[in-house]
């Protein structure tokens, strides 16, 4: 399976018709799993389990290597090489961002450098998450 990230823009006119349907929340849904990245929220978690509480060089280290992680794997998983596809650059960046939003409302390294206000994180999450699928619809390919 190529591009299994790849967001695919359902625009009004000959594609709508061709396919015999409007958006749907199913659509919505899709672009909303398809921008979270859960492969490397995971592998942060099991990384940040192994550094020592309070190590602030380590968990910052960390944190940065999980969002290079997050654009390698999501340039990766929107390029369609059958098809001679770039990534979508679009979706690396929000799937980044969602990435930084989520380590933000955990806390780690932002408590660590006294950056972190609780109730911000979550209104990010929530906002983010509610939004970003809405307006952002991939690339007609």
Same mark, same amino acid.
Not at 24 to 29: A, E, G, H, Q, S
Not at 35 to 54: D, F, H, N, T
């Given at each position: ?5 790849? /967001? ?15 958006? =749907?929340? &199913? ?13 490397? *929220? ?25 969002? /290079?992680?997050?654009?390698? /794997?999501?340039?990766?998983?929107? =390029? ?16 980044? *961002? ?12 932002? &408590?660590?450098?006294?950056?972190? *206000?609780?109730? *911000? ?12 699928? /809405?307006?952002?619809?991939? =690339?007609?390919?």
């Amino acid at each position: 399976m190529s591009a299994p990230f790849r /967001i695919r823009r359902l625009d009004a006119g000959a594609m709508e018709v061709a396919r015999g349907r409007s958006e =749907t929340f &199913k659509d919505y849904l899709e672009r909303l799993i398809k921008m979270i990245p859960g492969e490397v *929220v995971g592998l942060y978690l099991i990384g940040s389990g192994l550094i020592p509480e309070g190590e602030r060089f380590g968990l910052l280290a960390w944190s940065i290597i999980c969002l /290079i992680g997050v654009v390698v /794997i999501r340039a990766y998983g929107t =390029t369609d090489a059958e098809k001679n596809l770039q990534p979508q650059w679009g979706a690396v960046l929000i799937s980044s *961002v969602a990435f930084v939003i989520w380590l933000y409302s955990l806390g780690g390294v932002f &408590k660590l450098y006294g950056l972190h *206000v609780a109730y *911000v994180g979550s209104l990010l999450v929530l906002a983010w998450t509610f939004f970003v699928p /809405i307006f952002y619809k991939g =690339t007609l390919d």
